[in-house]
T-cell receptor, first 114, second 113 residues
Framework: NAGVTQTPKFRILKIGQSMTLQCTQD?????MYWYRQDPGMGLKLIYY???????DKGEVPNGYNVSRSTTEDFPLRLELAAPSQTSVYFC?????????????FGPGTRLTVL | DQQVKQNSPSLSVQEGRISILNCDYT??????FLWYKKYPAEGPTFLIS?????DKNEDGRFTVFLNKSAKHLSLHIVPSQPGDSAVYFC????????????FGAGTRLFVKA
């Protein structure tokens, strides 16, 4: 099992550009999540999904969009990149809800917006 | 509004001694607590967890203690090894007006050989 994979590993964007961060898991997990981690801060939940076709906002959803057309894939879309979106982005998945299930994380995407 | 707080940004411990990492939370609706470990340039990995119905959970060198009345949990690593040097995140989850897992800011542990 590859677990949770994320692409790209690094990306530099100009203000106003758009991009999609890809996330795929091969563990047949229903739950998937996107977090961002700013320097010296914990992980902030951007969006999450409890299954294909179902997504919901987390703590910091503004400026992002997601879709979940399959169990495996959960891409994160940035439409108009801003410097405030410079961060490290982690995708995660879990078998069950956070109350009982550990989350498996991808290696992260380091995004810089200039 | 920091619902999960790790007040020590860093901790330095000698190899073979005990490492104690602390975490405080404010929301009494949290019912499950987890610790994750993170090495540089990698994603966090699950380490150990505890349900709110317990006050202790042990897994090898790692033990998590939960004090619900104080809304405090701690992770004990004994004996500490140089390979334990990493950032440790405390996380709390439960239904808090929506499903969420809230992470603390992390504590960087240095284990000196």
């Amino acid at each position: 099992n590859a677990g949770v994979t994320q692409t790209p590993k690094f990306r530099i964007l100009k203000i106003g550009q758009s991009m999609t961060l890809q996330c795929t898991q091969d563990m047949n997990h229903n739950y998937m999540y996107w977090y961002r981690q700013d320097p010296g801060m914990g992980l902030k939940l951007i969006y999450y999904s409890v299954g294909a076709g179902i997504t919901d906002k987390g703590e910091v959803p503004n400026g992002y969009n997601v879709s979940r057309s399959t169990t495996e894939d959960f891409p994160l879309r940035l439409e108009l990149a801003a410097p405030s979106q410079t961060s490290v982005y982690f995708c995660a998945s879990s078998h069950s809800s956070g109350s009982v299930g550990e989350q498996f994380f991808g290696p992260g995407t380091r995004l810089t917006v200039l | 509004d920091q619902q999960v707080k790790q007040n020590s940004p860093s901790l330095s411990v000698q190899e073979g001694r005990i490492s104690i990492l602390n975490c405080d939370y404010t929301n009494s609706m949290f019912d499950y607590f987890l610790w994750y470990k993170k090495y540089p340039a990698e994603g966090p990995t699950f380490l150990i967890s505890i349900s709110s119905i317990k006050d202790k959970n042990e897994d090898g060198r790692f033990t998590v203690f939960l004090n619900k009345s104080a809304k405090h949990l701690s992770l004990h690593i004994v004996p500490s090894q140089p390979g334990d040097s990493a950032v440790y995140f405390c996380a709390a989850s439960g239904y808090t007006g929506g499903f969420k897992t809230i992470f603390g800011a992390g504590t960087r542990l240095f284990v000196k050989a």
